[in-house]
Nanobody, 124 residues
Framework: QVQLVESGGGLVQAGGSLRLSCAASGRTFSNYAVGWFRQAPGKEREFVAG????????DYADSAKGRFTISRDNAENPVYLQMNSLKPEDTAVYYC?????????????????WGQGTQVTVSS
């Protein structure tokens, strides 16, 4: 069982930055791919970014490319999502997810373990 805890959300003005963290409670991320998803009110949960278990494989949604960076130092440390140049349309609840797999999954069905989410609000 993997328990995930997100942190780092908040309210920021357009153009600002936030760094989200996803920590695994009681274990490490060894051999797990980790993805970040987001869900805005009335919309489906969508993929934002992901990192494979070797950390040299990453993938981003088109909306995140050039603005967001996913990273992990090693299996013992949290996975981070650095978000720069934030826009009002980035407003959503952000979730991290983990799955014991090599490569990044880009759909919610690719992941078994989920955090509770952290709210990101970008004001115009």
């Amino acid at each position: 069982q993997v328990q995930l805890v997100e942190s780092g959300g908040g309210l920021v003005q357009a153009g600002g930055s936030l760094r989200l963290s996803c920590a695994a409670s009681g274990r490490t991320f060894s051999n797990y791919a980790v993805g970040w998803f987001r869900q805005a009110p009335g919309k489906e949960r969508e993929f934002v970014a992901g990192i494979g278990w070797s950390a040299d494989s990453t993938d981003y949604a088109d909306s995140a490319k050039g603005r967001f960076t996913i990273s992990r130092d090693n299996a013992e440390n949290p996975v981070y999502l650095q978000m720069n140049s934030l826009k009002p349309e980035d407003t959503a609840v952000y979730y991290c997810a983990a799955e014991r797999r090599l490569r990044v999954g880009v759909t919610p069905l690719d992941y078994t373990y989920w955090g509770q989410g952290t709210q990101v609000t970008v004001s115009s």
